[in-house]
Protein backbone atom coordinates (compact mmCIF):
# COMPACT_ATOMS: atom_id res chain seq x y z
CA UNK A 1 0.00 0.00 0.00
CA UNK A 2 0.86 3.63 -0.68
CA UNK A 3 0.31 6.98 0.41
CA UNK A 4 0.53 9.89 -2.21
CA UNK A 5 -0.47 13.46 -1.76
CA UNK A 6 -2.46 15.16 -4.89
CA UNK A 7 -0.09 16.63 -6.65
CA UNK A 8 -1.45 19.80 -5.48
CA UNK A 9 -0.12 22.32 -3.09
CA UNK A 10 -1.67 24.62 -0.85
CA UNK A 11 0.85 26.38 1.79
CA UNK A 12 -0.79 26.86 5.58
CA UNK A 13 -1.00 29.94 7.17
CA UNK A 14 2.91 29.61 8.72
CA UNK A 15 4.19 29.31 5.29
CA UNK A 16 2.94 32.40 3.47
CA UNK A 17 4.65 34.98 2.73
CA UNK A 18 2.93 38.01 1.57
CA UNK A 19 3.22 41.89 1.99
CA UNK A 20 0.16 44.35 2.47
CA UNK A 21 0.07 47.72 1.34
CA UNK A 22 -3.19 49.72 1.82
CA UNK A 23 -5.41 47.02 2.75
CA UNK A 24 -4.02 45.08 -0.53
CA UNK A 25 -2.42 41.23 -0.20
CA UNK A 26 0.84 41.27 -2.43
CA UNK A 27 2.63 37.47 -2.40
CA UNK A 28 6.34 37.93 -2.65
CA UNK A 29 6.85 35.55 -5.59
CA UNK A 30 9.90 34.16 -6.40
CA UNK A 31 11.73 34.53 -9.93
CA UNK A 32 11.54 30.71 -11.44
CA UNK A 33 15.14 31.82 -12.87
CA UNK A 34 16.92 32.61 -9.58
CA UNK A 35 19.97 30.97 -9.70
CA UNK A 36 20.21 30.54 -5.63
CA UNK A 37 17.14 29.45 -5.17
CA UNK A 38 17.45 26.81 -8.30
CA UNK A 39 20.27 25.27 -6.60
CA UNK A 40 18.18 25.14 -2.75
CA UNK A 41 15.20 23.34 -5.10
CA UNK A 42 17.82 21.02 -6.90
CA UNK A 43 19.21 20.04 -4.00
CA UNK A 44 16.05 19.54 -2.25
CA UNK A 45 14.84 17.33 -4.96
CA UNK A 46 17.74 15.07 -4.69
CA UNK A 47 16.98 14.05 -1.63
CA UNK A 48 13.92 12.41 -2.78
CA UNK A 49 15.70 9.50 -4.69
CA UNK A 50 13.68 7.57 -5.11
CA UNK A 51 15.83 4.65 -6.38
CA UNK A 52 17.50 4.56 -3.16
CA UNK A 53 13.92 4.04 -1.34
CA UNK A 54 14.91 6.00 1.81
CA UNK A 55 12.97 6.02 4.98
CA UNK A 56 10.87 9.35 5.65
CA UNK A 57 13.53 10.26 8.82
CA UNK A 58 16.70 9.62 6.44
CA UNK A 59 15.23 12.52 4.09
CA UNK A 60 13.74 14.71 6.52
CA UNK A 61 17.38 14.02 8.23
CA UNK A 62 18.92 15.53 4.35
CA UNK A 63 16.48 18.52 3.88
CA UNK A 64 16.56 19.82 7.03
CA UNK A 65 20.45 20.53 6.67
CA UNK A 66 19.46 22.46 3.40
CA UNK A 67 16.65 24.35 4.84
CA UNK A 68 18.59 25.29 7.52
CA UNK A 69 21.56 26.75 5.53
CA UNK A 70 19.17 28.84 3.89
CA UNK A 71 18.50 32.80 4.25
CA UNK A 72 14.97 32.42 4.45
CA UNK A 73 13.85 29.87 5.91
CA UNK A 74 9.97 29.84 5.01
CA UNK A 75 10.65 30.36 1.70
CA UNK A 76 12.96 27.00 1.55
CA UNK A 77 10.08 25.40 3.77
CA UNK A 78 7.28 26.22 1.39
CA UNK A 79 9.94 24.34 -1.14
CA UNK A 80 10.17 21.46 0.47
CA UNK A 81 6.35 20.93 0.85
CA UNK A 82 5.85 21.80 -3.13
CA UNK A 83 8.34 18.57 -3.31
CA UNK A 84 6.87 16.44 -0.47
CA UNK A 85 3.81 17.17 -1.81
CA UNK A 86 4.63 14.97 -5.38
CA UNK A 87 6.41 12.23 -3.15
CA UNK A 88 5.07 8.90 -2.74
CA UNK A 89 5.15 7.09 0.32
CA UNK A 90 4.67 3.41 1.23
CA UNK A 91 1.92 3.43 3.96
CA UNK A 92 1.74 0.50 6.62
CA UNK A 93 -0.28 -3.04 6.71
CA UNK A 94 -4.27 -2.43 7.74
CA UNK A 95 -3.51 -4.18 11.31
CA UNK A 96 -3.79 -3.43 14.71
CA UNK A 97 -0.21 -2.46 15.12
CA UNK A 98 -0.02 -1.81 18.98
CA UNK A 99 -2.19 -5.05 20.05
CA UNK A 100 0.30 -6.82 18.14
CA UNK A 101 3.22 -4.92 19.49
CA UNK A 102 1.76 -5.64 22.75
CA UNK A 103 1.61 -9.65 22.30
CA UNK A 104 5.81 -9.44 21.45
CA UNK A 105 6.58 -7.79 24.27
CA UNK A 106 5.11 -10.27 26.18
CA UNK A 107 6.46 -13.34 24.81
CA UNK A 108 9.65 -11.37 25.24
CA UNK A 109 9.09 -10.66 29.02
CA UNK A 110 7.94 -14.41 29.70
CA UNK A 111 11.11 -15.63 27.48
CA UNK A 112 13.44 -13.68 29.61
CA UNK A 113 12.06 -14.62 32.73
CA UNK A 114 11.69 -18.33 31.79
CA UNK A 115 14.93 -18.63 30.63
CA UNK A 116 17.26 -15.87 32.14
CA UNK A 117 20.72 -15.64 30.43
CA UNK A 118 19.77 -16.49 27.25
CA UNK A 119 22.35 -15.30 24.20
CA UNK A 120 20.67 -13.48 21.57
CA UNK A 121 20.53 -15.33 18.50
CA UNK A 122 18.32 -18.35 20.90
CA UNK A 123 16.49 -15.63 22.40
CA UNK A 124 15.20 -14.20 18.90
CA UNK A 125 14.94 -17.87 17.43
CA UNK A 126 12.60 -18.56 20.81
CA UNK A 127 10.25 -15.93 20.28
CA UNK A 128 9.93 -16.43 16.36
CA UNK A 129 8.64 -19.79 17.14
CA UNK A 130 6.34 -18.55 20.19
CA UNK A 131 4.87 -15.07 17.73
CA UNK A 132 4.93 -17.58 14.56
CA UNK A 133 1.11 -16.34 14.53
CA UNK A 134 2.19 -12.53 14.79
CA UNK A 135 1.76 -10.35 11.80
CA UNK A 136 4.38 -8.29 12.83
CA UNK A 137 6.90 -11.42 13.53
CA UNK A 138 10.25 -10.89 11.81
CA UNK A 139 9.18 -7.57 10.72
CA UNK A 140 9.50 -3.81 11.70
CA UNK A 141 7.31 -3.64 14.67
CA UNK A 142 7.29 0.59 14.24
CA UNK A 143 6.30 0.24 10.37
CA UNK A 144 2.98 2.13 11.27
CA UNK A 145 4.94 5.47 12.41
CA UNK A 146 5.29 8.03 9.85
CA UNK A 147 9.08 8.36 10.27
CA UNK A 148 9.22 4.42 8.60
CA UNK A 149 7.29 5.31 5.48
CA UNK A 150 9.92 4.63 2.84
CA UNK A 151 9.78 6.60 -0.28
CA UNK A 152 8.12 5.14 -3.02
CA UNK A 153 8.60 7.47 -6.30
CA UNK A 154 8.52 10.96 -6.70
CA UNK A 155 6.57 12.86 -9.44
CA UNK A 156 8.89 14.03 -11.69
CA UNK A 157 9.48 17.59 -11.37
CA UNK A 158 12.74 20.07 -12.11
CA UNK A 159 13.83 22.82 -9.35
CA UNK A 160 12.54 25.32 -11.86
CA UNK A 161 9.21 23.80 -11.47
CA UNK A 162 9.19 23.73 -7.75
CA UNK A 163 10.10 27.26 -7.77
CA UNK A 164 7.03 28.05 -10.26
CA UNK A 165 4.46 25.86 -7.77
CA UNK A 166 5.45 27.28 -4.78
CA UNK A 167 4.36 31.14 -6.46
CA UNK A 168 0.95 28.83 -6.92
CA UNK A 169 0.81 27.56 -4.10
CA UNK A 170 0.95 31.00 -2.05
CA UNK A 171 -2.19 32.06 -4.35
CA UNK A 172 -3.56 29.07 -3.47
CA UNK A 173 -2.85 29.50 0.48
CA UNK A 174 -4.18 32.95 0.48
CA UNK A 175 -7.83 31.72 -1.52
CA UNK A 176 -8.54 28.93 1.48
CA UNK A 177 -9.12 32.48 3.01
CA UNK A 178 -11.47 34.18 0.50
CA UNK A 179 -15.08 34.94 1.01
CA UNK A 180 -15.25 35.57 -2.50
CA UNK A 181 -13.50 35.57 -6.16
CA UNK A 182 -13.93 37.72 -9.27
CA UNK A 183 -12.73 36.33 -12.31
CA UNK A 184 -12.75 37.89 -15.42
CA UNK A 185 -11.48 36.26 -18.57
CA UNK A 186 -10.50 37.82 -22.16
CA UNK A 187 -9.78 34.95 -24.40
CA UNK A 188 -10.60 34.00 -27.46
CA UNK A 189 -10.57 30.56 -27.64
CA UNK A 190 -13.50 29.07 -26.88
CA UNK A 191 -11.56 25.22 -26.23
CA UNK A 192 -9.73 27.73 -23.11
CA UNK A 193 -12.79 28.79 -21.64
CA UNK A 194 -14.64 25.34 -21.90
CA UNK A 195 -11.67 23.59 -20.23
CA UNK A 196 -11.67 26.42 -16.53
CA UNK A 197 -15.33 25.48 -16.64
CA UNK A 198 -14.96 21.93 -17.14
CA UNK A 199 -12.25 22.65 -13.41
CA UNK A 200 -15.24 24.95 -12.34
CA UNK A 201 -17.12 21.82 -12.36
CA UNK A 202 -15.10 19.32 -11.40
CA UNK A 203 -14.52 21.14 -8.22
CA UNK A 204 -17.90 21.98 -7.36
CA UNK A 205 -17.55 25.39 -7.11
CA UNK A 206 -20.37 27.82 -6.66
CA UNK A 207 -20.08 30.55 -9.31
CA UNK A 208 -22.00 32.52 -11.50
CA UNK A 209 -20.88 33.20 -14.89
CA UNK A 210 -21.68 36.42 -17.24
CA UNK A 211 -20.96 37.14 -20.84
CA UNK A 212 -19.54 40.75 -21.39
CA UNK A 213 -18.49 40.05 -24.63
CA UNK A 214 -19.31 37.99 -27.58
CA UNK A 215 -21.97 35.86 -28.24
CA UNK A 216 -22.71 32.35 -27.24
CA UNK A 217 -20.95 30.73 -30.08
CA UNK A 218 -17.89 33.07 -30.14
CA UNK A 219 -17.82 34.02 -25.60
CA UNK A 220 -14.41 35.49 -25.72
CA UNK A 221 -15.28 37.51 -22.71
CA UNK A 222 -16.59 36.19 -19.20
CA UNK A 223 -17.14 37.82 -15.73
CA UNK A 224 -17.15 34.81 -13.10
CA UNK A 225 -18.36 35.22 -9.59
CA UNK A 226 -17.13 32.54 -7.24
CA UNK A 227 -18.55 32.35 -3.29
CA UNK A 228 -15.40 31.45 -1.18
CA UNK A 229 -15.66 29.23 1.61
CA UNK A 230 -15.52 32.33 4.05
CA UNK A 231 -18.38 33.04 2.55
CA UNK A 232 -20.97 29.98 2.93
CA UNK A 233 -22.80 29.49 6.15
CA UNK A 234 -22.03 26.03 5.94
CA UNK A 235 -18.44 26.82 5.92
CA UNK A 236 -16.26 24.03 4.64
CA UNK A 237 -12.30 23.27 4.47
CA UNK A 238 -12.88 20.73 1.69
CA UNK A 239 -14.43 23.81 -0.59
CA UNK A 240 -11.52 25.92 0.34
CA UNK A 241 -9.64 23.73 -0.86
CA UNK A 242 -11.26 23.13 -3.62
CA UNK A 243 -11.06 26.81 -4.76
CA UNK A 244 -7.63 26.42 -4.52
CA UNK A 245 -7.21 23.63 -6.37
CA UNK A 246 -8.97 25.77 -9.24
CA UNK A 247 -6.69 28.33 -9.45
CA UNK A 248 -3.87 26.53 -11.44
CA UNK A 249 -6.62 26.61 -14.09
CA UNK A 250 -6.63 30.26 -14.78
CA UNK A 251 -3.34 30.60 -14.79
CA UNK A 252 -3.72 28.55 -18.11
CA UNK A 253 -5.75 31.35 -19.88
CA UNK A 254 -3.76 34.28 -21.73
CA UNK A 255 -5.88 36.84 -20.16
CA UNK A 256 -6.86 36.64 -17.17
CA UNK A 257 -7.45 38.89 -14.20
CA UNK A 258 -8.67 37.79 -10.29
CA UNK A 259 -9.77 40.14 -7.38
CA UNK A 260 -10.79 38.11 -4.23
CA UNK A 261 -11.69 39.53 -1.02
CA UNK A 262 -9.46 37.59 1.87
CA UNK A 263 -9.47 36.66 5.74
CA UNK A 264 -6.15 38.20 6.87
CA UNK A 265 -4.91 39.02 9.98
CA UNK A 266 -8.62 39.87 11.30
CA UNK A 267 -9.82 41.67 8.36
CA UNK A 268 -10.81 41.72 5.05
CA UNK A 269 -7.82 42.08 1.98
CA UNK A 270 -7.74 42.16 -1.33
CA UNK A 271 -6.08 39.90 -3.65
CA UNK A 272 -5.81 41.22 -7.39
CA UNK A 273 -3.81 39.27 -9.80
CA UNK A 274 -3.61 38.87 -13.68
CA UNK A 275 -1.24 37.19 -16.32
CA UNK A 276 1.23 39.39 -15.65
CA UNK A 277 2.36 38.20 -12.37
CA UNK A 278 3.78 35.25 -14.43
CA UNK A 279 2.16 32.31 -13.01
CA UNK A 280 2.46 29.17 -14.65
CA UNK A 281 -0.07 26.27 -14.72
CA UNK A 282 1.21 22.98 -13.97
CA UNK A 283 -1.73 21.44 -15.17
CA UNK A 284 -0.95 19.71 -18.42
CA UNK A 285 -3.55 16.76 -18.52
CA UNK A 286 -6.76 17.46 -17.78
CA UNK A 287 -7.92 14.08 -17.57
CA UNK A 288 -5.41 13.81 -14.30
CA UNK A 289 -7.59 16.10 -12.36
CA UNK A 290 -10.73 14.50 -13.22
CA UNK A 291 -12.46 12.89 -10.38
CA UNK A 292 -12.82 9.39 -10.22
CA UNK A 293 -16.58 9.49 -9.98
CA UNK A 294 -16.80 11.46 -13.01
CA UNK A 295 -14.61 8.99 -15.17
CA UNK A 296 -16.61 6.07 -13.89
CA UNK A 297 -19.66 7.86 -14.94
CA UNK A 298 -18.43 8.00 -18.38
CA UNK A 299 -17.26 4.81 -18.19
CA UNK A 300 -20.48 3.10 -17.42
CA UNK A 301 -22.95 5.44 -19.50
CA UNK A 302 -20.62 4.31 -22.42
CA UNK A 303 -20.84 0.65 -21.43
CA UNK A 304 -24.74 0.63 -20.87
CA UNK A 305 -26.64 3.15 -22.66
CA UNK A 306 -26.80 2.84 -26.77
CA UNK A 307 -29.54 5.54 -27.65
CA UNK A 308 -27.28 8.51 -25.77
CA UNK A 309 -23.62 9.57 -26.01
CA UNK A 310 -22.15 11.90 -23.89
CA UNK A 311 -20.57 14.84 -26.48
CA UNK A 312 -17.05 15.52 -26.26
CA UNK A 313 -17.79 19.49 -26.37
CA UNK A 314 -20.30 20.86 -23.47
CA UNK A 315 -21.48 24.06 -25.38
CA UNK A 316 -22.77 27.49 -23.84
CA UNK A 317 -26.48 28.16 -23.09
CA UNK A 318 -27.45 31.33 -22.82
CA UNK A 319 -29.10 31.87 -19.48
CA UNK A 320 -31.29 34.63 -18.02
CA UNK A 321 -29.83 38.06 -19.27
CA UNK A 322 -26.17 37.58 -20.12
CA UNK A 323 -26.13 34.87 -18.11
CA UNK A 324 -23.69 31.76 -19.14
CA UNK A 325 -24.88 28.16 -18.09
CA UNK A 326 -22.13 25.71 -18.75
CA UNK A 327 -23.79 22.12 -18.30
CA UNK A 328 -21.95 19.34 -16.82
CA UNK A 329 -22.81 17.04 -19.15
CA UNK A 330 -24.05 17.46 -22.78
CA UNK A 331 -26.04 14.08 -24.44
CA UNK A 332 -26.71 13.50 -27.56
CA UNK A 333 -29.86 10.76 -29.16
CA UNK A 334 -28.40 8.56 -31.29
CA UNK A 335 -31.71 8.52 -33.65
CA UNK A 336 -33.18 12.07 -33.30
CA UNK A 337 -29.70 13.90 -32.98
CA UNK A 338 -31.37 15.51 -29.88
CA UNK A 339 -29.02 17.55 -27.70
CA UNK A 340 -30.06 17.82 -24.02
CA UNK A 341 -27.66 19.17 -21.42
CA UNK A 342 -27.20 18.06 -17.88
CA UNK A 343 -26.49 20.62 -14.82
CA UNK A 344 -25.79 19.18 -11.49
CA UNK A 345 -26.06 20.86 -8.20
CA UNK A 346 -24.24 19.92 -5.41
CA UNK A 347 -24.29 20.59 -1.72
CA UNK A 348 -23.36 24.45 -1.64
CA UNK A 349 -25.40 25.16 -4.91
CA UNK A 350 -28.59 26.10 -3.02
CA UNK A 351 -29.08 29.59 -4.30
CA UNK A 352 -28.44 28.83 -7.91
CA UNK A 353 -30.56 26.05 -8.03
CA UNK A 354 -33.53 28.10 -6.88
CA UNK A 355 -33.00 30.86 -9.86
CA UNK A 356 -32.32 27.67 -11.74
CA UNK A 357 -35.99 26.40 -11.36
CA UNK A 358 -37.40 29.76 -11.78
CA UNK A 359 -35.78 30.02 -14.93
CA UNK A 360 -36.31 26.93 -15.86
CA UNK A 361 -40.55 27.41 -15.89
CA UNK A 362 -40.02 30.28 -18.05
CA UNK A 363 -38.10 28.66 -20.80
CA UNK A 364 -39.26 25.44 -21.17
CA UNK A 365 -38.14 25.41 -24.49
CA UNK A 366 -34.47 24.76 -23.65
CA UNK A 367 -33.25 21.67 -23.65
CA UNK A 368 -31.72 21.42 -19.47
CA UNK A 369 -32.58 18.68 -17.33
CA UNK A 370 -31.06 18.50 -13.68
CA UNK A 371 -29.44 16.79 -11.10
CA UNK A 372 -29.77 17.59 -7.45
CA UNK A 373 -27.62 16.45 -4.09
CA UNK A 374 -29.56 14.84 -1.56
CA UNK A 375 -28.11 17.19 1.23
CA UNK A 376 -29.87 20.25 -0.02
CA UNK A 377 -33.34 18.94 0.90
CA UNK A 378 -31.50 19.73 4.30
CA UNK A 379 -33.16 23.51 3.47
CA UNK A 380 -36.73 23.49 3.87
CA UNK A 381 -36.71 26.29 1.14
CA UNK A 382 -35.14 24.06 -1.48
CA UNK A 383 -37.06 21.01 -0.59
CA UNK A 384 -40.40 23.30 -0.93
CA UNK A 385 -39.00 24.45 -4.21
CA UNK A 386 -38.71 21.39 -5.66
CA UNK A 387 -42.34 20.46 -4.46
CA UNK A 388 -43.55 23.06 -5.94
CA UNK A 389 -41.86 22.59 -9.56
CA UNK A 390 -43.31 21.40 -12.17
CA UNK A 391 -39.90 20.82 -14.68
CA UNK A 392 -38.48 19.76 -11.50
CA UNK A 393 -41.01 16.52 -11.48
CA UNK A 394 -40.36 16.14 -15.37
CA UNK A 395 -36.95 16.71 -16.03
CA UNK A 396 -35.24 16.51 -12.63
CA UNK A 397 -33.57 13.71 -10.29
CA UNK A 398 -32.29 13.55 -6.68
CA UNK A 399 -28.65 12.04 -6.67
CA UNK A 400 -26.32 11.12 -3.52
CA UNK A 401 -22.42 12.41 -3.79
CA UNK A 402 -22.84 11.83 -8.00
CA UNK A 403 -25.60 10.65 -10.21
CA UNK A 404 -25.53 7.03 -11.44
CA UNK A 405 -26.30 6.07 -15.19
CA UNK A 406 -29.86 5.13 -14.22
CA UNK A 407 -31.25 7.92 -13.14
CA UNK A 408 -29.57 10.22 -15.34
CA UNK A 409 -31.07 8.18 -18.00
CA UNK A 410 -34.65 7.85 -16.80
CA UNK A 411 -34.70 11.50 -17.08
CA UNK A 412 -33.56 11.95 -20.39
CA UNK A 413 -35.29 9.38 -22.14
CA UNK A 414 -38.58 11.33 -20.63
CA UNK A 415 -37.18 14.63 -21.47
CA UNK A 416 -36.73 13.03 -25.49
CA UNK A 417 -40.71 12.15 -24.86
CA UNK A 418 -41.72 15.64 -23.55
CA UNK A 419 -39.59 16.82 -26.71
CA UNK A 420 -41.11 15.15 -29.56
CA UNK A 421 -45.13 16.15 -28.24
CA UNK A 422 -43.63 19.84 -27.70
CA UNK A 423 -42.50 19.34 -31.21
CA UNK A 424 -38.94 20.42 -30.48
CA UNK A 425 -36.59 18.89 -32.33
Known amino acids: M??????????????????????????????????????IAARLV?????????????????TSQVVAGTRNLKLAKGLLK????????????D??????????????????????????????????????DNPLSGKSIFADLPDNDRLVKLDFITPRQVLQRYNCALVQGLLLR???????????DP????????????????????????????????????????????????????????????????????????EWRDAKRFLVLDETSGLVSHYRNFSAYVPEEIQMFHGYFQEKVQEWRILATTPFVRGHG?????????????????????????????????SRLEWMSKHPEVPLIIGVDRSLLKDQEIQDALDRSEQFA????????????????????GFKTESSQLDLV
Not at 208 to 218: L, P
Not at 324 to 352: A, K, M, Q, Y
Not at 394 to 413: A, H, I, M, Q, W
Request: charged share 30%; net charge negative; aromatic share 10%.
Open 394 to 413: SRGFLFKDYPTVERTLKCLN
Open 95 to 132: LDYEASRLDLFRASAEILRQRPGLDEASFQEELRRRTA
Open 46 to 62: DAYDDKQHLLRSEIEEM
Open 82 to 93: VIDDQAEFSSPM
Open 322 to 354: NEVIFPDFSFENSDRGTVVHLELFHRWHSRPLI
Open 178 to 188: ASEMQLTVKDG
Open 2 to 39: SAKGGGNTVLTKDLILCRLTSGRLNPRFISDDDPEWLD
Open 191 to 262: AKLRRVFKYLKFFRLLAKITATRGGMEDVDELSISIDGPASLFDQSKRYGFQLACFFPAVCGLDKWRIRACV
